[in-house]
């Protein structure tokens, strides 16, 4: 709790109006209240003209159970940018399937505003005001790395990689036909990360893509002593012979000093034998 009233403090700092929805947040098992205390939390602020951004406390594990109630009418009549990653990514692709709303796979409240790195912040400054940069650099200026040749133009779509598997075969999952698909994930051993490429291939999604773009898989190794296919064994087996563009090296991930992304907007992914550059070719604030 420590940290995320510090993160507040720097967002007022800021100069941002900051309302804080519920006045403490009870714990029930590993979630921060019951699922009718965070629904009515989030619509709350979904039905309001007046609030321009939703920022998320942290991840972990609940969006998935709020998806059925959530009020997508007021989501698209109000538009508002929803920032969050990890757990969040089942907010963005829902709130982008029923309502249209793009948001942003950036820091949250409770986990980075605490301590905000400075290149960070730039980035995530840069797209909530509506940039489009091109190329999308790390925060270090870091490039991507090719895999798969090719160029696409298609709507970024991405997140966790494990939520984005927990989504399929629900209406929650927008179409990922012709998408460029964005993917991290934390704490998953390599023959978790296989399965859920597996399932992604096995349902026929992983060939439908536009393009694929690879962010940090971090402490994902495997258990000590324990035989493992390597993360790049993993890779290689799904995407070596993929029918579009593949590039890794995106900073976006499960640690302090990363890209934001948007979710929702038209990018463009370009690859070569030699380079691979992902542009953002639409503003996630266009229109509001």
């Known amino acids: 709790m420590a940290r995320f009233q510090a993160g507040v403090e720097q ?13 403490s947040y009870s714990r029930r098992g590993y979630l921060s209240g019951s699922d009718a205390e965070r629904l009515d939390e989030l619509n709350a602020y979904l ?23 959530i009020d997508y009418d007021a989501a698209r009549a109000h538009p508002k940018l929803v920032v969050g990653y990890s757990d969040i990514t089942a907010l963005h692709l829902a709130l982008y399937e029923h309502a249209g709303l793009p948001g942003l796979s950036g820091p949250m409240v409770g986990v980075e505003w605490d301590q905000p790195e400075a290149a960070s912040e730039r980035l995530f400054w840069a797209l909530a005001r509506g940039d489009t940069p091109d190329p999308l650099l790390g925060p270090g ?8 040749e090719g160029t696409i133009d ?16 629900t209406p929650y999952l927008p ?14 051993e390599p023959y978790r990360i296989d399965a859920m490429f597996a399932q992604l291939h096995l349902s026929g999604l992983l060939d439908r893509l536009g393009g694929l773009v690879l962010g940090g898989f971090t402490d994902c190794e495997p258990a000590d002593d324990l035989p493992s296919l390597s993360l790049n064994d993993i890779f290689d087996h799904y995407l070596s012979t ?3 563009p593949v590039a890794r090296g995106l900073v976006y991930g499960h640690f302090p000093v990363k ?14 034998s030699d380079s691979a550059r992902l542009s953002v070719l639409e503003p996630v604030v266009d229109g509001r």
């Not at 200026?141 to 798969?148: A, K, Y």
């Not at 298609?154 to 075969?169: E, K």
């Not at 179409?175 to 998953?188: K, P, Q």
Request: zero cysteines; aromatic letters at 4%; charged letters at 25%.
């Open 141 to 148: 200026g870091e490039s991507l790395q090719p895999v798969r």
């Open 154 to 169: 298609g709507v970024l779509l991405g997140g966790n990689l494990a939520t984005i598997v927990r989504l399929l075969g």
């Open 47 to 69: 039905r309001r003209s007046d609030v321009k951004m939703l920022i998320a406390a942290r991840g972990g594990y609940g969006s998935l159970r709020l998806l059925e109630g």
């Open 259 to 272: 890209n934001t992304v948007p979710v929702g907007v038209r990018g463009r992914l370009r690859v070569n």
């Open 242 to 244: 993929a029918p579009y």
């Open 11 to 23: 967002l007022r700092e800021r100069g941002y109006d900051v309302e804080v929805g519920r006045p």
């Open 175 to 188: 179409s990922l036909d012709g998408a460029i698909l964005f993917v991290e994930d934390v704490g998953e």
